[in-house]
């Protein structure tokens, strides 16, 4: 054990979520008294740390690693960076052992992602340089889900960064890789099974049609194949379409509404007044032509509903402002993550009922329960994830607001959804409850992984206790974050609710 006074040559002071810190290259920080204030406790003491929590080491909720970073490396270059343990000794702090990752550049670290990266595209090149080459083959596999959700954008920064990744070697990471290989291919069935699914998938071939099952066992030596399928482009709609539509409900409908309003400061398509209230729907070409008039119609009182024709890509759009597709002969959007015919979204925001949401209560959480086989043992057994948050009206939130990332950063006061005792707790009676569903689950605890040579928190073998790795889980769950199927989720009411930050549109009945 190396002492916090000991080992370091730097010294430097940084600033971090309204505390200043001291950190020293050793990986060890220092907590100043606020000026002016009483000193606590922790106060300026040096410290590695006062808890492990999945492997990482934490000083009064905060990842250590994260202040190290910021002292060592700077802020991350953007909200999306996460912390990498170059080592991936998630309790090596070191400032060189850390490096700022996106959150794709850190998924494709994962060996196993990797592996099947590999196996699709022929390389993580080839994914990065055409994304788009997994495009139609959504359903054969879950775990396309996330891939084909990555921008070309994205894929190509990650690109232009993946030489500089990959050369800064983890330093056991070619024999520890090669282990984790040899470990899924000879030792793991658990692991083998997690490839079967290769068995049911030809490798992507330059075919319009599907491609015939394949036969033979696959082979990890494929080259890469590229294909592209583009997409029928649809027609773009236009204005005057889109006039059409509006005007032809404002006359069912009886609304008094005047077209292309206008005034000294701003303007929109179509004003719908009833009553006192003043409704506006206007069309743009882009989100940004959007994000410049609304705001300016909103001041003036008036409830604007945007509309992107077209969008190239879908964005999230921070505002009242929707895109709107083509769906054969009738326009449609999209509200709260379900596709809505352009006229009952029309009315039902006439009528106040898309409603714009700035907090959400969190009562509930969905689960998914995922049968594995043990690695040691070869018994099935089960683990979990939490697939879906849920407010007291049974509108779901998805994982982004309690992935890791905000996990670690500590952003949102959200309990822990993964190892957390009340989650924990909820789970065994769930499973207690329903003996139905005959759901077997080992012990979480802390338990040592010979494969990364550190102990974590993680689900086990009821049987042997054996661990559940971490490369194993993440990859799992990599193939859950777009399970959909109803029949999976379960639903788990929490005791102690909580509040999440949301900016979300929902519709009401
Ligand atoms: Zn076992």
Known sequence: MIDVNQEYTRELKCEYKG???KVRDN????????????????????????????????????????????AFLGEPPTKQHVVDHIDTNRQNNRPENLRWLTKLENILLNPITKAKIEYWCGSVESFLADPSQLRGHENEDANFAWMRAVSPTEAQNTLANWERILSKPRPEN????????????????AYKNDFDFLKSLEPIK????PSPVAKNEPTFSLKSVHVITEKPKEQPITKKEFMATLLEICESEGW???????????????LITIGNQRIAFSAYNSAKNAAKSLPLIEQAGVKIFGLVLSPKKDDTLNFGCFNLHRN?????TTIAKTKLPFDSFVKKAVKDKVIHLTTAKITAVDVIFEQIECWHCHKPHFVFYTRYLVDKNGTRYDDDYFDNECIENNELNIPNLQFGNEILELVKKYINEH???SIIMGEVKERYSKTSNQSYISFGCPN??????DWFLNDLEMSLIYETDENRMNRIQLMTPFEIPVNDWIIVD
């Open 328 to 332: 054969g002969n009738t326009l449609e």
């Open 435 to 437: 003996p139905e569903k």
């Open 27 to 70: 990986g060890a920080v220092l907590r100043m008294t606020r000026e002016g204030k009483p000193k606590r406790p922790k106060d300026d003491i040096w410290t590695f740390g006062d808890r492990i929590d999945r492997g990482y080491a934490w000083f009064c909720g905060e990842a250590v690693h994260r202040i190290v970073a910021i």
């Open 174 to 189: 070619k024999s520890r890789g090669n282990a984790i290989e040899e470990w899924i291919f000879e030792h793991n069935s």
């Open 464 to 469: 042997c206790d054996a661990i559940v790795g």
């Open 256 to 270: 008094d509404y005047k077209k292309y309003y206008k005034t000294t400061t701003w303007k929109t398509d179509l």
């Open 206 to 209: 330059k075919e319009e049609t």
């Open 19 to 21: 505390e200043r810190y």
